[in-house]
T-cell receptor, first 114, second 109 residues
């Protein structure tokens, strides 16, 4: 398996534009997590899915953020409209079970909103 | 919800010395405690983990201890090497992984 795959690796966008981040989890993993990493706040959990169902989205900062998991092999995180303070590295991770087994991280998407 | 505190935020040691990073958690339901290492510009990767039914676990130069009563757990790295330099994150989980704020470890030759 190629591991968790995220795209794009880098994204630069103008304030107000829509941004869509993509994630392909490891095949057979049931749980998927979206994290945001900044120097100030570290690794923040935004949302996690279990068996494609959103379980906890309490970390999603605002209504501008939304996430979907239409099937077991694909998830998206969308920001609309984007703001400069959304600039961060966004990681997707997947694990075999809900949070009590190793979470494998993708390479991350570095988002810059100018 | 779960809250994980980690300290110190930075740690500098001489090569060959030991390094200790400590974490506390708030949710008594947490039963899984992994540690991740993140090198500059790379993804976090698991280096060791411990479950609530175990008090200590060791893997070569790395060991973790868990005190469930006090809700704290620690990472110990012995005989540190320059390649151990990275940011280390602890995490606690009952169903979702919540991370500490990270410790930047620098090992000087």
């Amino acid at each position: 398996d190629a591991g968790v795959i995220q795209s794009p690796r880098h994204e630069v966008t103008e304030m107000g534009q829509e941004v869509t981040l993509r994630c392909k989890p490891i095949s057979g993993h049931n749980s998927l997590f979206w994290y945001r990493q900044t120097m100030m706040r570290g690794l923040e959990l935004l949302i996690y899915f279990n068996n494609n169902v959103p379980i906890d989205d309490s970390g999603m900062p605002e209504d501008r953020f939304s996430a979907k998991m239409p099937n077991a092999s694909f998830s998206t995180l969308k920001i609309q409209p984007s703001e400069p303070r959304d600039s961060a590295v966004y990681f997707c991770a997947s694990s075999f079970q809900r949070g009590d087994t190793e979470a494998f991280f993708g390479q991350g998407t570095r988002l810059t909103v100018v | 919800g779960e809250n994980v505190e980690q300290h110190p935020s930075t740690l500098s040691v001489q090569e060959g010395d030991s390094a200790v990073i400590k974490c506390t958690y708030s949710d008594s339901a947490s039963n899984y405690f992994p540690w991740y290492k993140q090198e500059l510009g790379k993804r976090p990767q698991l280096i060791i983990d411990i479950r609530s039914n175990v008090g200590e676990k060791k893997d070569q130069r790395i060991a973790v201890t868990l005190n469930k009563t006090a809700k704290h757990f620690s990472l110990h790295i012995t005989e540190t090497q320059p390649e151990d330099s990275a940011v280390y994150f602890c995490a606690a989980s009952s169903d979702k992984l919540i991370f500490g704020t990270g410790t930047r470890l620098q090992v000087f030759p």
